[in-house]
């Protein structure tokens, strides 16, 4: 078939599958039998976020940091470098990117742990909420700290129904405040087998006590 002039002038977008490679930091046994992914936020890279974690770690327990697959520079394209786990272009395109990214670190990683849970911070908190709902194997629990819900998130997710949820909260976040977490909780009724509210008295930051005691 003749090409048209105007198809020839069209601009089009297309899209390849390409190879490459992610990294991420842990801690704890490799034959532990809990394993917890911990998703940093916008701008953090994931071996300080694993040290920020640290109250998490446990005897039994495996804490594994991956880090988003887009890394920038946080200021005039030099210094310190941040990463971001997606952005408002080709989002679905990019989601599905980071879901797979997990599917396949839990799988290398989670092969002989008993249980999988997964701890979110502020942008990590969306990317923790997405892969749950469409993980290959759903983790156990998930903690979301410092952010909310995403907007596009299935509520109704059969992968949702079993999972026990804390929404960490600062009194003086202005990005995730208390009212926002339990405005959550309450659209997460039903729809989840448990979950708590944990406020703390500091900002948007983990609540170190809380992760602590879970």
Request: negative net charge; hydrophobic residues 45%; glycine residues 8%.
């Amino acid at each position: 078939m003749e090409a048209r002039e105007d198809d020839a002038n069209a601009v089009r977008a297309g899209r390849i599958e390409v190879r490459r490679s992610a990294r991420w930091f842990e801690r704890g046994a490799v034959d532990a039998p809990q394993l917890w992914l911990v998703l940093h936020g916008y701008g953090q890279l994931a071996s300080a976020f694993l040290q920020s974690c640290a109250p998490l770690a446990r005897e039994g327990r495996r804490l594994v940091a991956p880090e988003a697959l887009s890394r920038f520079y946080l200021r005039s394209g030099r210094g310190a470098i941040g990463g971001s786990w997606m952005t408002s272009e080709a989002r679905e395109q990019e989601i599905e990117d980071y879901v797979a990214y997990l599917d396949a670190l839990v799988e290398h990683c989670g092969a002989r742990a008993a249980s999988v849970s997964v701890l979110g911070f502020s942008q990590g908190v969306a990317t923790a909420w997405r892969w749950a709902s469409r993980a290959r194997r759903a983790p156990q629990c998930v903690v979301a700290c410092g952010g909310g819900l995403p907007p596009d998130l299935d509520l109704d997710a059969p992968a949702l129904r079993a999972l026990e949820v804390v929404l960490s909260a600062g009194e003086h976040d202005e990005a995730y405040t208390p009212h926002a977490a339990q405005h959550d909780a309450e659209r997460l009724v039903g729809r989840v087998a448990r979950c708590e509210v944990a406020l703390h008295a500091g900002g948007h930051e983990l609540d170190l006590e809380l992760l602590a005691r879970l």
